[in-house]
């Protein structure tokens, strides 16, 4: 046996392995920021120019393709938390968060999804949450010991807002892709204590025209 054609072609099967497990993972991402994470381990294998099989022999559910697609972007989260709790001014560490944290699911339908489902079966997600929740726990409690913030706000709020507001974007996102930013301005004024500043409104309002077509685009979806 030659032993250096036989190393040589298993750093080639590893290197072949890796470079499929990628193109994997970036077709998963594509379809998971354009559709959703409703989608099937056979639409990624199309997506990605892979077999089925090869799919399968990397990711045995959805779940852990899942996990491995959005591990880094709840990571990214946990750094954003940790970033806004050194802004000088409490307030604006907490709306640059939460504002973050919108712009992520505008930009990528896939974010939503994992935002607001279950971690079941997303090990690497679900302890990138528990980190980051403590953290904006902490970001409210400095802004409601700033004055600025509702002293009845709890984190969970936030979470619920969070949702709202992507009800938001995904109704608006065909005529106004920006338009959220609006009425998370208009949610935040309801979560300021008594005697705040207002939030400044970042968008205009839509017109008739633009409600009337993207009433028909959700009816298209």
Not at 100 to 110: D, F, I, K, P, Y
Not at 172 to 177: F, G, I, K, M
Not at 195 to 219: H, I, M, N
Request: net charge negative; with cysteine; hydrophobic share 45%.
């Amino acid at each position: 046996m030659n032993i250096v054609s036989t190393v040589t072609g298993g750093r080639r099967l590893r290197a072949d392995a890796e470079r499929n497990r990628r193109k994997i993972l970036d077709a998963a991402a594509d379809l998971f920021a354009t559709r959703g994470i409703d989608i099937t381990l056979d639409d990624v294998a199309r997506h990605a120019k892979v077999g089925v099989g090869t799919v399968y022999r990397r990711f045995t559910c959805k779940q852990e393709l899942v996990d491995g697609v959005f591990q880094q972007h709840m990571d990214d989260m946990v750094d954003a938390a940790t970033g806004a709790m050194q802004c000088a001014d409490p307030w604006d560490g907490l709306v640059e968060f939460v504002a973050l944290t919108c712009e992520r699911m505008a930009l990528n339908r896939g974010m939503g999804d994992v935002f607001f489902t279950s971690d079941d079966g997303r090990e690497q997600i679900a302890c990138a949450r528990e980190r980051v929740t403590p953290i904006v726990d902490a970001l409210i409690v400095r802004a409601q010991d700033a004055g600025e913030l509702r002293p009845d706000v709890t984190v969970n709020d936030l979470f619920t807002v969070s949702r709202m507001i992507e009800s938001v974007i995904d109704f608006t996102r065909p005529v106004a892709p920006e338009a959220w930013r609006r009425y998370l301005g208009l949610v935040l004024d309801g979560m300021r204590a008594e005697g705040a500043a207002r939030t400044p409104l970042s968008a205009p309002s839509l017109t008739d025209e633009q409600v009337e077509e993207a009433k028909a685009a959700c009816v298209r979806r």
